[in-house]
């Protein structure tokens, strides 16, 4: 088995949370480990938020890679027959993606097209508003499982939720996992709704990871608190922290994030 592991995020909003993670990753992950960071900001002409990006990954030599336009999968996704979501294109007449999941899910589906696929390394793909707050090694849940995943969706139609995922180098048919939304068994799906077919796949060994949602908290000065911690089996290290719309698409308060971050930072350490 490989040594190495590659950690990926996709980042458009929030370049503090580039460093952030970054570091988190430094100070707790036993492995070996290299952190790329896929922006978003540029195929939509948000060149403030690309420069705020590069100059973050510049400053801690951390490798940026573009998300760039494939006609071959806004093709896929706009004639996806399946997909409740076929009125949408991918992209508006302006160029900029036109709903916010498929802003979230084009870039992942880009990504696993032109960097898993073939990667002879294991990946783990993360939201950037995800930390670790434990030292733990990542690759030996890798040992007995091929991909490593966070359930959503009903009984009926789960699928494997991107907020972070484990895949190992040799997992059979990684080609296959599709991170498309749309419907599956007549049910809504959002981000990641397509890996359902994946995990349906007899010779891949998927295993959940274990997740807990804390809705609000008394202690803390933001509400609701909305975060969740993270661990890899029953038993193991909440080795994980996810703070959790960290675009802000719902819309929160400047100082609830100026006080989520604070919290967000003494819960990693900085």
Same mark, same amino acid.
């Given at each position: 088995?490989?040594?190495?592991?590659?950690?990926?995020?996709?980042?458009?909003?929030?370049?503090?949370?580039?460093?952030?993670?970054?570091?988190?990753?430094?100070?707790? /992950?036993?492995?070996?480990?290299?952190?790329?960071?896929?922006?978003? &900001?540029?195929?939509?002409?948000?060149?403030?938020? $690309?420069?705020?990006?590069?100059?973050?990954?510049?400053?801690?030599?951390?490798?940026?890679?573009?998300?760039?336009?494939? /006609?071959? /999968?806004?093709?896929?996704?706009?004639?996806?027959?399946?997909?409740?979501?076929?009125?949408?294109?991918?992209?508006?007449?302006?160029?900029?993606?036109?709903?916010?999941?498929?802003?979230?899910?084009?870039?992942?589906?880009?990504?696993?097209?032109? $960097?898993?696929?073939?990667?002879?390394?294991?990946?783990?793909?993360?939201?950037?508003?995800?930390?670790?707050?434990?030292?733990?090694?990542?690759?030996?849940?890798?040992?007995?499982?091929?991909?490593?995943?966070?359930?959503?969706?009903?009984?009926? &139609?789960?699928?494997?939720?991107?907020?972070?995922?484990?895949?190992?180098?040799?997992?059979?048919?990684?080609?296959?996992?599709?991170?498309?939304?749309?419907?599956?068994?007549?049910?809504?799906?959002?981000?990641?709704?397509?890996?359902?077919?994946? /995990?349906?796949?007899?010779?891949?060994?998927?295993?959940?990871?274990?997740?807990?949602?804390?809705?609000?908290?008394?202690?803390?000065?933001?509400?609701?608190?909305?975060?969740?911690?993270?661990?890899?089996?029953?038993?193991?290290?909440?080795?994980?922290?996810?703070?959790?719309?960290?675009?802000?698409?719902?819309?929160?308060?400047?100082?609830?994030?100026?006080?989520?971050?604070?919290?967000?930072?003494?819960?990693?350490?900085?």
């Amino acid at each position: 088995m490989s040594n190495k592991i590659q950690l990926f995020t996709i980042e458009h909003k929030r370049n503090d949370f580039i460093e952030m993670q970054f570091l988190s990753f430094k100070k707790n /992950l036993k492995d070996d480990f290299e952190y790329i960071v896929f922006e978003n &900001a540029s195929i939509v002409g948000d060149h403030e938020s $690309f420069e705020k990006i590069k100059k973050t990954c510049n400053h801690y030599n951390i490798k940026c890679i573009s998300i760039e336009k494939d /006609l071959d /999968l806004v093709s896929e996704f706009d004639n996806n027959l399946d997909s409740i979501t076929r009125k949408f294109n991918v992209f508006d007449i302006n160029s900029r993606y036109t709903t916010a999941s498929i802003a979230n899910a084009y870039p992942l589906q880009w990504v696993q097209k032109y $960097f898993i696929n073939d990667n002879p390394h294991h990946v783990c793909g993360l939201h950037s508003d995800m930390f670790m707050i434990k030292s733990d090694s990542l690759l030996q849940y890798l040992k007995d499982n091929d991909f490593l995943y966070m359930a959503q969706g009903s009984s009926n &139609a789960q699928y494997a939720w991107p907020a972070f995922f484990l895949m190992k180098n040799t997992c059979p048919d990684k080609n296959t996992l599709n991170w498309w939304c749309g419907s599956i068994n007549n049910e809504p799906v959002d981000v990641g709704g397509y890996s359902y077919y994946f /995990l349906q796949n007899k010779n891949i060994k998927a295993k959940q990871i274990q997740f807990k949602h804390i809705q609000d908290d008394d202690n803390l000065n933001f509400h609701p608190s909305d975060y969740e911690l993270i661990s890899f089996t029953e038993f193991s290290l909440l080795s994980f922290l996810h703070y959790r719309s960290g675009s802000n698409w719902n819309y929160r308060s400047q100082e609830y994030h100026l006080n989520k971050t604070k919290w967000l930072k003494e819960q990693i350490g900085l």
